[in-house]
């Protein structure tokens, strides 16, 4: 029950990791208990409920962002350049946003604000949620399997693998971001 509601209230108020907390359930899971199966279903579906909360709350408050943000200004024009992304691949966005600090609240609140279908968003949102939960789980499971003996070296070493891994993807994507060539670059006319 823990699992399912800190996984939940981590997508919209994002104060506690709930991926510390599933990679230590698999620690544990690893030695019997939970039972792994369990583990993973109940972090999925807990970020699935709150993920969809996150949704509705950026529904409700892009209604009111939309009236704010006048035609023509920049933080409109980058409203509607996010909703035409977002239309485009957002289900890609929100599955790699899941792995990204405070990219997954950002996600879902910003699907919600520019109105991207829910019939969309919650198939993608289910992949999303399942591979992050049986990502994590796993994590922890291998850590203690490894450490039979020693449930705490296990946890320290399925949590390090989870921070790797978050610093590899955020590493890649800030070289990407860096190497990708930028629109005002290729527009500008070149000088003489």
């Not at 939309?66 to 035409?84: C, K, S, V």
């Not at 919650?122 to 949620?129: G, R, Y």
């Not at 490894?146 to 891994?165: C, S």
């Not at 610093?167 to 070149?190: F, T």
């Amino acid at each position: 029950m823990a699992l399912f509601g800190l996984s939940m209230f981590d997508a919209f108020i994002p104060v506690f990791p709930s991926e510390s907390l599933v990679v230590t359930a698999g620690v544990f899971a690893s030695h019997g208990k939970p039972n792994l199966v369990l583990v993973i279903v109940a972090s999925a579906a807990g970020a699935f409920c709150g993920d969809h909360i996150s949704y509705f709350i950026g529904r409700f408050a892009g209604e009111r962002l939309e009236r704010w943000l006048r035609p023509g200004t920049r933080r409109r024009t980058a409203y509607d350049q996010a909703g035409r992304i977002l239309a485009k691949r957002g289900g890609l966005v929100l599955v790699i946003a899941r792995y990204i600090p405070g990219g997954r609240t950002a996600a879902t609140l910003v699907m919600g604000a520019v109105r991207h279908p829910l019939r969309s968003f919650t198939p993608f949102d289910a992949l999303a949620t399942v591979l992050w939960a049986s990502y994590s789980a796993l994590i922890g499971y291998l850590g203690g399997s490894a450490f039979e003996n020693d449930p705490l070296k296990g946890l320290l070493l399925g949590l390090g693998i989870a921070l790797a891994i978050t610093a590899l993807v955020e590493g890649g994507r800030h070289v990407w971001q860096r190497l990708r060539p930028s629109k005002r670059r290729d527009e500008a006319p070149e000088r003489r």
